[in-house]
């Protein structure tokens, strides 16, 4: 059970997909902790109600970090971030492991969200939709987007770098400009207002009742649940599948490949790789994980604008692979759930700082250095919402933050979040005698 | 993912402004203040006029008085014994926040009177707010969290900032019983397929154009029309309405810029403007869009007479070299009564209130836009507790037959039966008068003066009044 690390006897062994006795238990807990967190058990959604823990001064009252488990609002963030790891996972395939910087990621996430549409959605006087059911529009919607990666592909044999970047940042505009147009708000509805997206439901075919509702709440396996569960535990299955497939690529002879390109292709090719066909196969397959995610990100919201699909989600998911850690897919995993649940961290953290900004002892303190709630306050964070310039509103201090910590992991941590975390497991795995 | 709806711009880059430079104005009267405040478990304010409209005005039923045993009042989610919990989900840290912040304080000072005064039904109004930061996701995970089916949810929303962000809420909110009010003026709200649980208030951008361009035609006897506008909701909207007045006046649209507004050169639009000498202008924009190209077409010596709707203009743009030129040639559109531009019970009401409560606020138009919301949610909840019935199912059916008596700030309200039965047809026109805009004013009032001068309102033109609604103007998505 315990073995020494890093001795692997066979090349199967080194190559499993869970290597180690510790990383398979792990990784079942994991799954099973995913699967439960919706659900409202009194251990999991309220460890500070504890008796034991209650008695502990600054955690008795609440720690703003445990409030997720179990809550509705930080379930929908929760849901939200495992379908930015689909898409993440994507990008992680041809950024990470191919080398391919792409700035369009978010352009093939609205291919994926409009071709799920066009299939799934209802058609109106003024938007297409086929209404098909999701077993079509869901894998529809990766293999649309996979389709215009490919279109694309042919651009990164030709450029590299600093100008793919700026071609594949084109096609974000692009997208956006086609929303607008008359052809465009065929399928992607009105500017502001947006279209209405299918809904995640199991069908055979047409028919009205669903055999599996997701959408809706209901009753599963004598469980009452709420829609917003469903959809957590759909989509956490949905990422799962996909979290597998993105581990498995990187055994395979595709994946090894891919890494030979990124790090020098003119050798990989030398060597017998053919660049262009995998070039090909990194933009389809990184697009068929961003269209999946776009069509289920766009279903799990219910109806939002095309601008939606803005730079600004592109550089989230460089963001997230810069701060979890390029090429790695645990890394990746880590990145996005930062990345997306930061800012609701930040915020509420700085309120339960406000809740007790009156009063004494640390807490108190700390709040009255971080927060500003009037005008002249020394902290750098406002809770006063008349804001336009310095003291911060919590939603500039999260922009401010997302630079910050890009800088602080290009410069100190370029390995990411995941380059954390190997030290620290390092340092345990050797323990008691790591040095 | 944030995403800024331009119907907005202006109404933010006046309330920053407003935020920066406005001055502390706030007079110390509180003699003002409402005499209703002895008298709890009445509507506010009616101290003057008791029975001012007897049918609508169910408030003084001895079941609401605190003391009294409550009845058999029926409710589920958001109520407890003695509070009430109504929720606004508002953007207070994103790109709105400066004008959202306002219209919520307003309606923190209204319900702050309400309490005062006895609350709803023997129970306390308490108002849970979260910060959407104008990003859909979180919108929809405060939806999350206020949807709750226990004590811990709400009973409606009185607040919901954003256009996507209330649209992508509409089907939940039928699910849920819910109803919203959201911070939009877009035609398809009254749409009963699009926003069923959607209580909006005030005349919508179509109907505002009519007025507009109608009281334009009149005033300034023109033949000749041009239509400007953004793409999409607000701008096609607003043009819309142009162009059915168009119509309907027998004016000729000389060059029809429905949607044209894209990307940062307005300088194409400046030249059509031009070579087709139009009487007059009708605009769906944003201030900023809005000063480019009526300055352009001012410059190369276009003589038209301008308006547009509501966002399109800000009073900040008399700070600018555009002064005069907006003097001769703009009419200022809105939908609401300005602060102290009528001497109506409910302005005293704003007024004093806010003096009283507030003194240290920056008082601004947007204190009234949230005293009309909370005035409709506080005659809504009203009228639910008075048919007994404060549910969430309660407080839609009572929606589905308020009538909301606004005193003066706004023309009133009502969604029962058809759309073309409650529609309001009503807007307000100002004149622009640089010459008595003071810099530093962030409303008119003794101190000083933004500048608009109530020329019509409430105003209805023929067209308006004519216009049989079949739909949204534009149909968006």
């Known amino acids: 059970m315990f073995r020494r690390p890093n001795l692997y006897t066979s090349y199967e062994a080194e190559t499993q997909v869970l290597p180690t006795f510790t990383k398979k238990i792990i990784t079942v807990l994991a799954i099973v902790a995913l699967f439960l967190m919706p659900f409202d058990f009194p251990i999991i959604s309220g460890p500070t109600e504890l008796p034991i823990l209650r008695s502990i001064p600054l955690i008795g009252d609440g720690l703003p970090f445990f409030r997720f488990l179990g809550d509705a609002s930080w379930l929908r963030y929760m849901s939200d971030a495992m379908i930015v790891v689909i898409a993440a996972l994507g990008l992680n395939i041809l950024t990470g492991m191919a080398g391919q910087v792409s700035l369009g990621h978010a352009f093939f996430l609205g291919v994926g969200a409009y071709t799920g549409a066009f299939l799934g959605g209802h058609a109106t006087d003024s938007v297409y939709g086929h209404g098909l059911p999701m077993w079509i529009w869901l894998p529809g919607a990766g293999v649309g987007a996979a389709l215009v990666g490919i279109i694309v592909s042919p651009v990164a044999v030709r450029l590299r770098g600093l100008y793919l970047a700026i071609v594949t940042l084109g096609l974000v505009f692009l997208g956006i400009h086609m929303g607008n147009t008359d052809w465009g708000r065929k399928f992607a509805g009105d500017p502001s207002l947006g279209r209405s997206f299918p809904e995640m439901d199991v069908r055979v075919w047409k028919e009205e009742t669903p055999l599996v509702s997701i959408s809706e709440k209901g009753s599963w396996f004598g469980v009452e649940m709420s829609s917003n569960q469903k959809e957590f535990l759909f989509v956490a299955a949905v990422m799962l599948v996909f979290i597998f497939f993105a581990v498995n690529i990187k055994r395979t002879r595709t994946g090894r490949a891919l890494q030979a390109i990124r790090d020098r292709d003119i050798a990989a090719e030398v060597m017998g790789v053919a660049e262009f066909k995998y070039k090909l196969v990194a933009f389809a397959t990184s697009s068929f994980f961003a269209g999946v995610a776009g069509a289920l990100y766009a279903s799990h919201i219910g109806k939002m604008p095309a601008a939606q699909f803005n730079l600004i989600l592109s550089i989230e998911f460089i963001a997230i692979l810069l701060i979890g850690g390029a090429g790695t897919v645990a890394g990746t995993i880590m990145g996005s759930f930062f990345v997306i649940l930061l800012p609701q961290l930040v915020k509420d953290f700085s309120d339960w700082l406000s809740e007790r900004a009156e009063g004494e002892g640390i807490v108190a303190s700390v709040s009255e250095l971080i927060l500003s709630g009037n005008q002249g306050d020394f902290g750098p964070i406002s809770t006063a919402t008349q804001t336009p310039n310095y003291p911060l509103s919590i939603y500039d201090l999260n922009i401010v933050l997302y630079g910050v910590l890009i800088i602080v992991f290009l410069i100190f941590e370029p390995l990411g979040l995941y380059g954390i975390w190997v030290k620290v497991r390092n340092y345990w795995k050797r323990w008691p005698f790591s040095y | ?477």
């Open chain 2, 1 to 477: 993912m944030k995403k800024v709806t331009k119907g907005f711009a202006p109404l933010v880059a006046l309330a920053l402004v407003a935020a920066a430079c406005g001055g502390d104005d706030a007079a110390d009267e509180p003699a003002d203040a409402p005499a209703a405040a002895d008298e709890p478990a009445d509507e506010p304010a009616a101290a003057d006029e008791p029975a001012d409209e007897p049918a609508d005005e169910p408030a003084d039923e001895p079941a609401d008085a605190p003391a009294g045993e409550p009845a058999e009042l029926l409710f589920d989610y958001g109520v407890s014994d003695d509070t009430i919990r109504v929720g606004m989900n508002a953007d207070l840290s994103g790109p709105f926040a400066s004008l959202v912040s306002q219209i919520v304080e307003g309606q923190e000072v209204y319900w702050e009177m309400v309490n005062e005064m006895g609350g709803v039904a023997g129970r306390e109004v308490e108002l849970v707010i979260l910060d959407n930061a104008y990003d859909v996701p979180t919108h929809l995970a405060n939806y999350e969290e206020m949807r709750v089916e226990d004590e811990s949810g709400v009973v409606f929303f009185t607040e919901s900032t954003g256009s996507p962000h209330t649209a992508a809420t509409v089907d939940m909110l039928s699910e849920d019983n819910l109803l919203a009010i959201p911070l939009t003026w877009y035609s398809g709200w009254a749409d009963p397929d699009l926003g069923a649980n959607v209580v909006e208030i005030n005349a919508t951008y179509c109907i505002e154009s009519m007025n507009g361009v109608e009281y334009l035609a009149d005033t300034f006897d023109a033949e000749t029309i041009a239509i400007v506008s953004l793409a999409g909701e607000y701008g096609q909207d607003g043009a819309q309405g142009a162009k059915l007045a168009a119509e309907a006046l027998g004016l000729e649209i000389v060059y029809d810029g429905e949607g044209a507004i894209a990307g940062g050169d307005q300088t194409p639009i400046v030249t059509e403007l031009v070579a087709a000498q139009p009487d007059i202008v009708w605009m769906t924009t944003t201030p900023t869009t809005f000063a480019e190209i009526f300055g352009g077409s001012v410059a190369q010596g276009l003589q038209a007479q301008w308006s547009g709707n509501s966002p399109t203009y800000s009073y900040l743009l008399l700070n600018t070299a555009l002064a005069d030129a907006l003097s001769a040639y703009y009419t200022f559109s809105t939908y609401t009564a300005l602060w102290g531009a009528n001497d109506s019970e409910g302005m005293n009401l704003v007024i004093s209130e806010m003096q009283k409560r507030r003194p240290d606020a920056i008082f601004s138009d947007n204190y009234i836009r949230g005293f009309l919301e909370a005035m409709t949610a506080h005659q809504i909840l009203m009228a639910a507790a008075d048919a007994g019935d404060i549910t969430r199912a309660g407080i839609l059916a009572a929606f589905q037959s308020a009538e909301i008596d606004f005193k003066g700030l706004a023309p009133n309200q009502t969604w029962s039966g058809d759309p073309n039965d409650y529609i309001v047809r009503e807007t307000y026109l100002y004149d622009v008068d640089a010459s008595i805009f003071t810099p530093d004013a962030t409303v008119s009032d003794a101190d000083g003066s933004t500048g608009n001068v109530l020329a019509a309102g409430p105003y209805a033109g023929t067209a308006a009044q004519a216009f049989t609604y079949e739909g949204p103007c534009f149909v968006a998505g």
